[in-house]
C-alpha cells in the first residue's frame, strides 16, 4: 500500500497549463473541470480576464498531460442579458457525463451582487451548450451531479453557506426529477473543529466517481491560520445506494500546497481541484494552483481505496 505522499504523485511538467497557455490576453488559468471526450483529454479552464472577471475556455489533449490546444474563444462568457447572476463572472466548473441524457452536465458558479449561486449547462461536444440558468439560490457553490440517477431522481452535491437552513460552510446533497428543481436537502459532511485541515470550512472538490467501493470524492478544507487560509484536499467515500451517507472520510489531507507554483500566485497556499478522469486504473485529478495556474496530480484507485479504508477507517468521528 503506498504512504498518503504517493497517493497523488504531481507531473514533473507542472504547471501544465498557464495564462502563457491562453491564445488570448488574461490574468490566469485555473480551477479546471475535466472530462474524457473522444480521444482526448478536455479540460474546461475557469480563465480570468484583465477585468477580474472569469470565463470558460475549453483545452484538449491526447494524453491529458501536455500538447494542450487551447480554443481561441471561451466556450461560456457570462451571459449578462439573460443570467443577471453572471454579471460578475462564471467560475469553477465540474464536468460529469450524465448516463440517462448522454450529455455532459457542467455545473459552475454563477456570480453576481447577489453572492455565488450554482448553474447548469449541458454539452454533447463542448462546442455548444445548452444553459439552464441558475439551479440552487445564492449562496451556493462548490456544486457537482452524480452521473446517474437515484430512485428516480437526480443528486448534486453543494455547498450552501449564509442561510439560517443551511448552518455553516459543510457539504450537502439535494436531489431533483428535472435537474432544474432541486429538494430534500441533507447535510453529508460536516467540517472538523478545532486546530482540523478541514476545520471551519469545506467543500467539495472533485466530481462523484463510481468505484466498487463507493462513490470516492475529493474535498477541499480550508484551514485559516495568522498568515491566512490554507486550501488543502482529503478524501471521502460514498455508499454506492445511499450517497448521503459517508463510508470513509480521510483524517489526513492528500494534496497541500508546496509546491512554488502552489504557494505563491494571486491567492497563495491554495490546491483547488475540479477534475479528474480515470483510465486503466489511474486517476489524474488537475487543479487550481494559487488561483493562477492548473497543476496535474495523479494516482492509483486501487491504492487510494486501500488507503483509505486501512489508515482511516470511517472518518466522521474526528477523535
Sequence with gaps: ????????????????????????????????????HGADTVLLMRVEDRRGVSHLTVARSRNGVDNWRVEDLPLMSPAVQ???????????????????VQRYGITYTAYSQE????SLALTNDFEVVERFGPILPPEDKDAALFPCMFGGRWAILHRPTGRSQYP??????????DLRAWKDAV???????????DAGKIGLSTPPLRTKEGWLIAYHGVK??????????????????????????????????????????????????????????????YYGCADTRIGLAEGAVSEILE???AKDGEGRDPA
Excluded at 236 to 250: C, E, F, G, Q
Design 82 to 100: 439573460e443570467y443577471p447572476q453572471e454579471a460578475w463572472g462564471v467560475e469553477d466548473p465540474r464536468v460529469v457525463y450524465l448516463d440517462d
Design 224 to 285: 485559516e491560520t495568522c498568515s491566512g487560509a490554507i486550501y488543502r484536499v482529503g478524501l471521502a467515500l460514498l455508499a454506492l445506494d445511499d450517497p448521503t451517507k459517508v463510508i470513509r472520510r480521510s483524517k489526513e489531507w492528500v494534496l497541500a500546497p508546496s509546491e512554488s507554483y502552489e504557494r505563491i500566485g494571486d491567492v497563495g497556499n491554495v490546491v483547488f481541484p475540479c477534475g479528474w478522469v480515470e483510465q486503466a486504473g489511474r486517476l489524474r485529478m
Design 168 to 177: 455553516g460552510a459543510n457539504i450537502w446533497i439535494s436531489f431533483s426529477e
Design 1 to 36: 500500500m503506498a504512504c498518503h505522499e504517493e497517493l497523488f504523485a504531481r507531473t514533473p511538467k507542472n504547471p501544465i497549463l498557464t495564462r502563457d497557455s491562453v491564445p488570448y490576453a488574461c490574468n490566469a488559468a485555473f480551477n479546471p473541470g475535466a472530462a474524457l
Design 307 to 309: 488507503w483509505l479504508k
Design 187 to 197: 447535510m453529508v459532511m460536516e467540517a472538523r473543529q478545532g486546530p482540523w485541515w
Design 115 to 118: 453572492g455565488p449561486q450554482v
